[in-house]
């Protein structure tokens, strides 16, 4: 069984960086694409990066510059290095891995499982 369990979140201030992980379990790490989406109050779950199993990755505009993403595959851990938050990056954010039977991202692929989420707060 599928399992990710993201953390790292908090609250930080304008221009600040936070890094979020996601610990994954239950299947063949290493094959899957995994990505991280954010999800606001009042919008819809959006794609923020990709990382394929070959290690390319690929970023939403708005982020694209101040987030890196990065996998551990040796520790079936998934990261998000966030830099020059700004408050528009407040959302609750989701580690999620692909499956073919899941939601279509544009850009960034399918995903179908998911973590429970990590809260990010930025404010000015």
């Known amino acids: 069984q599928v399992q990710l369990v993201e953390s790292g979140g908090g609250s930080v201030q304008s221009g600040g960086s936070l890094r979020l992980s996601c610990a994954a379990s239950?299947?063949?790490?290493?094959?899957?694409?995994m990505g991280w989406f954010r999800q606001a109050p009042g919008k819809e779950r959006e794609g923020v990066a990709a990382?394929?199993?070959?290690?390319?990755?690929t970023y939403a505009r708005s982020v694209k510059g101040r987030f890196s993403i990065s996998r551990d595959n040796a520790n079936n851990t998934l990261y998000l290095l966030m830099n020059s938050l700004k408050p528009e990056d407040t959302a609750m954010y989701y580690c999620?891995?692909?499956?073919?039977?899941?939601?279509?991202?544009?850009?960034?692929?399918?995903?179908?499982?998911w973590g429970q989420g990590t809260q990010v707060t930025v404010s000015s």
């Open positions: 990382i394929f199993s070959d290690g390319n990755p």
């Open positions: 999620a891995a692909g499956e073919r039977s899941g939601t279509f991202y544009p850009g960034f692929g399918t995903f179908g499982y």
């Open positions: 239950g299947y063949t790490y290493s094959s899957y694409r």
